[in-house]
């Protein structure tokens, strides 16, 4: 069986950290929670430190800051009405595979808010990943109900994975 994720490490803190093993139990959690295949597809995470997203962030979203994670799907899968379910991805290419889009992950920013909120940075960490794969599969949290709904969804597959609501605070 081949891997969902596909790691680039720039940091090497990540591997100490064991970003490997989180990131595909979070990107598979994810798509089996939500029904999808996993052979097939692909998310490429991108293993960082806070100067490199912080780059990312101002070319990509016009904020000069780091932050914990960003993504960029491959397709728009967005729903139009507020709370609906995006749209689901391509099935996936069996020979080719699929690519649902790329993540990135600081791990400064990551630490200090694990640290800050007295949590464990792997089920932080998992928690971001997650929160990550369900922007690629067209999940946001701008409009109220879009984010109650992909919150929901992030509760519950952490849940299932034995971590605590990141939102119970």
């Known amino acids: 069986?081949?891997?969902?994720?596909?790691?680039?490490?720039?940091?090497?803190?990540?591997?100490?950290?064991?970003?490997?093993a989180l990131a595909e139990a979070a990107g598979v959690d994810t798509l089996e929670h939500l029904g999808f295949?996993?052979?097939?597809?692909?998310?490429?995470?991108?293993?960082?430190?806070?100067?490199?997203?912080?780059?990312?962030?101002?070319?990509?979203?016009d904020k000069p800051t780091p932050t914990n994670v960003l993504s960029?799907?491959?397709?728009?899968?967005?729903?139009?009405?507020?709370?609906?379910?995006?749209?689901?991805?391509?099935p996936p290419d069996l020979l080719m595979g699929e690519s649902l889009g790329d993540i990135a992950i600081a791990y400064d920013t990551c630490l200090a808010e694990a640290n800050e909120a007295g949590k464990n940075m792997a089920d932080h960490v998992t928690h971001l990943i997650v929160h990550g794969v369900l922007?690629?599969?067209?999940?946001?949290?701008?409009?109220?109900?879009?984010?109650?709904?992909m919150e929901g969804l992030e509760t519950k597959i952490?849940?299932?994975?034995?971590?605590?609501?990141?939102y119970k605070g």
């Open 135 to 149: 922007h690629l599969l067209g999940y946001d949290h701008v409009r109220d109900r879009d984010a109650t709904l």
């Open 72 to 90: 960029w799907p491959s397709y728009d899968l967005a729903a139009d009405e507020d709370g609906a379910a995006p749209t689901p991805p391509p």
């Open 1 to 20: 069986m081949t891997t969902l994720t596909d790691i680039v490490i720039e940091d090497p803190r990540w591997e100490e950290a064991e970003l490997e």
């Open 158 to 166: 952490l849940g299932k994975m034995g971590i605590a609501d990141p």
């Open 37 to 61: 295949p996993v052979e097939g597809y692909e998310i490429a995470v991108l293993a960082c430190d806070d100067a490199r997203i912080a780059d990312l962030n101002a070319e990509f979203r």
